[in-house]
């Protein structure tokens, strides 16, 4: 098994940039999927999704296509880790409960890779706040301010971005309605 690296180095990541909704984000998310279901699919067991602003149509993102995919065991995904180099995918460490990586590199990034169990509750987490963006234009327009906002904020700071969106995503996922369907 490939050695894990050292964790990643903020100067050798590119800047934060958001840029305009491309179209062509789910094709690129579609191709990733199809690759990923044949190289690793003996390890999922929770579906391979489009997370992140780029899974939602209209909203502005990092030019990064985020890639969630369910594993059925965090542990036994690491015997995945070899196959993900070989499409170009570069594992960092991360969080605990997940595996982290990017394509193809830390410096020029167009796919983030997301391993983790479908029951830890950052799982649905990401794919309700994916499904309000989608269905809430007003939330939406104004994670895309927030988004903005930070962007220019914390241009060097990769990790500073994320968690600065963090009491903005928290906030929705608390609301009454987030990630849950209307009543019948």
């Known amino acids: 098994m490939a050695e894990t690296p050292p964790a ?22 579609e191709a ?14 929770g579906g391979i999704h489009h997370v992140g602003s780029t899974a ?18 965090l542990e036994e995904a690491r015997d995945s880790f070899e196959i993900l180099a070989a ?9 605990t409960w997940m595996h982290w990586f990017c394509k193809p590199s830390p410096s020029r990034r167009t796919h983030h890779l997301h391993l983790m169990e479908p029951t830890h509750p950052e799982f649905s987490a990401r794919l309700d706040f994916r499904d309000v963006l989608r ?5 939406a327009a104004e994670y ?16 500073a971005y994320t968690d600065a ?10 609301r009454p309605a987030a990630g849950k369907a209307p009543p019948a």
């Open 32 to 45: 990733e999927r199809a690759l990923l279901q044949e190289a690793i699919g003996a390890w999922i067991g």
């Open 87 to 95: 499409l170009d995918y570069c594992y960092f460490p991360y969080r």
């Open 8 to 29: 990643r180095n903020a100067s050798q990541e590119e800047p934060v940039e958001v840029v305009p909704y491309d179209p062509r984000w789910p094709e690129r998310f």
């Open 165 to 174: 969106k963090t009491v903005f995503v928290r906030g929705v996922l608390e």
């Open 144 to 159: 895309a301010s927030l988004k903005q906002r930070l962007a220019v904020q914390h241009r060097h700071d990769r990790e």
């Open 56 to 73: 939602v149509p209209g909203l502005l993102a990092k030019p990064v296509v985020d890639v969630m995919v369910g594993v059925r065991d």
């Open 135 to 139: 269905a809430d234009p007003q939330v």
